[in-house]
């Protein structure tokens, strides 16, 4: 469900470009973020874990996430995209899956 919903990019890049290859790339780390943030909530739900290091730890996470798999895996350019803007990508969208399901999980599980 989630890979239909990802944009094309501009006509205005060719498709064979870098920057439409860029486009595709954060588009997938958006979405994967947010499939990580949701079942790392219900996982911490369901162990009925409370408290601020949970969400120091879900934001390290994120942050080890992206470097790893934006950076390393998919071989973004470093010196094209801003390293903030990739860290920041989907952040408080992801935020808000990882608060919803850890309290929904937490709650009724």
């Known amino acids: 469900f989630f890979f239909l919903m990802?944009?094309?990019p501009p006509r205005s890049t060719q498709s064979r470009s870098s920057a439409a290859s860029d486009v595709y790339k954060r588009q997938i780390l958006y979405w994967?973020?947010?499939?990580?943030s949701i079942a790392f909530g219900v996982v911490v739900g369901s162990m009925h874990l409370t408290g601020i290091g949970i969400i120091?730890?879900?934001?390290i996470s994120m942050i080890g996430f992206t470097y790893l798999?934006?950076?390393k895996y998919l071989c973004v350019d470093e010196d094209?995209?801003?390293?903030t803007d990739m860290y920041t990508e989907g952040l408080m969208a992801?935020?808000?899956?990882f608060i919803l399901s850890w309290t929904l999980s937490h709650t009724f599980v």
């Open 94 to 97: 992801s935020f808000l899956c």
């Open 6 to 8: 990802i944009r094309r």
């Open 69 to 71: 798999y934006g950076f």
């Open 32 to 36: 994967l973020k947010q499939i990580l």
């Open 80 to 83: 094209k995209v801003e390293a």
């Open 56 to 59: 120091i730890i879900y934001g």
